[in-house]
Nanobody, 115 residues
Framework: QVQLVESGGGLVQAGGSLRLSCAAS????????MAWYRQAPGKQRELVAL???????NYADSVKGRFTISRANAQNTVYLQMNSLKPEDTAVYYC?????????WGQGTQVTVSS
């Protein structure tokens, strides 16, 4: 079975940094792109950052200049470096991977930014 295992979440004060990681394992096949989403309390899940197999990236306007997504293809691993964190970044962050027509999700990791 396919698993996306996330790590790196936690509690940090505003202005601090965290680095999230997500490793895909199992019979996932060739991954076309990987992404990070987040869902804050009472809000819809939103796309934070995406990286394609070709290395192209896209970011939500709210995180541009602060977050960086990267990928280690050999390990099917994606990272999200989060700098200059703000309280509004508080959310559960979910790893997402697309392979062909299939999409896979991680279990989510909590990021809490205090002011």
């Amino acid at each position: 079975q396919v698993q996306l295992v996330e790590s790196g979440g936690g509690l940090v004060q505003a202005g601090g940094s965290l680095r999230l990681s997500c490793a895909a394992s199992g019979s996932i096949g060739s991954i076309n792109f990987m992404a990070w989403y987040r869902q804050a309390p009472g809000k819809q899940r939103e796309l934070v950052a995406l990286i394609t197999s070709g290395g192209n990236t896209n970011y939500a306007d709210s995180v541009k200049g602060r977050f960086t997504i990267s990928r280690a293809n050999a390990q099917n691993t994606v990272y999200l470096q989060m700098n200059s964190l703000k309280p509004e970044d508080t959310a559960v962050y979910y790893c997402n991977a697309h392979s062909g027509i299939r999409a896979y999700w991680g279990q989510g990791t909590q990021v809490t930014v205090s002011s």
